[in-house]
């Protein structure tokens, strides 16, 4: 049985280690640009590797008509999987955190009437809209949840936006920015204390 060169293994070798590489180097995540090469790239390498091992057995005609129908589903798979990541919802609870605002002294964890807590959202990926719900949790006695609300100004919100705590809210993105950043002001009645937390964060398209 003829042994394997060890040419074709260094050829195997390199075609895998450049399908990873994006990753590898851009850990926040690789563009399709970067995608498309990578996988261009490491075709061409197992092409000729495969020459390498059957060009005794198969013509170059069958190499090339199997290879275009690989290329082809490779092609097609690029595609859905681009639609999937572009339209695809992206959740950021968790990422997402409302701060105290300069020269104020109280953060969103006590916050009165007209406090304003600062809310920042990195978006990984181009989307066109936020949704957005606030929970707040009563800090002294009373029932002042249910009669508050939050006025949001900020990222790409025209004038401002009410809401309620604990209701959605809807706001829309720019496209080629990747962090928006909103004011929350807490309207509540005077001696009321709430504390204030992002209960949902989801970007998405349209």
């Known amino acids: 049985m003829r042994q394997t060169p060890w ?10 280690v450049l399908a990873v590489l994006p990753v590898t180097l ?27 091992l059957v060009r005794d057995t198969f013509t170059a005609w069958q190499l090339v008509s199997a290879l275009s129908l690989l290329v082809v589903v490779l ?11 572009q339209s ?19 953060g969103p964890e006590r916050m009165e009437n007209g406090s304003v807590a600062h809310l920042a959202v990195r978006v990984p990926r181009p989307r066109d809209r936020l949704r957005l719900t606030i929970g707040a949790d009563e800090v002294g006695n009373g029932q002042c949840a249910p009669v508050s609300s939050l006025r949001l100004t900020g990222a790409g919100i025209d004038g401002h936006q009410e809401t309620r705590p604990g209701r959605e809210a809807l706001i829309g993105l720019d496209r080629s920015e990747r962090r928006a950043d909103l004011k929350v002001e807490l309207k509540t009645r005077s001696g009321c204390l709430l504390s204030l937390h992002v209960t949902k964060a989801v970007l998405e398209n349209h």
């Open 7 to 16: 040419a074709v293994v260094s050829l195997v070798v390199l075609a895998i």
């Open 26 to 52: 851009l850990p926040g995540g690789a563009s399709a640009v970067h995608t498309v090469i990578a996988s261009i790239g490491s075709i061409v390498l197992l092409v000729f590797a495969l020459f390498s």
């Open 75 to 85: 092609s097609g798979a690029l595609l859905v999987w681009r639609y999937v990541e």
């Open 88 to 106: 695809r919802s992206l959740t950021v609870t968790d990422r997402v955190k409302l701060t105290s605002v300069k020269g104020q002294q109280a």
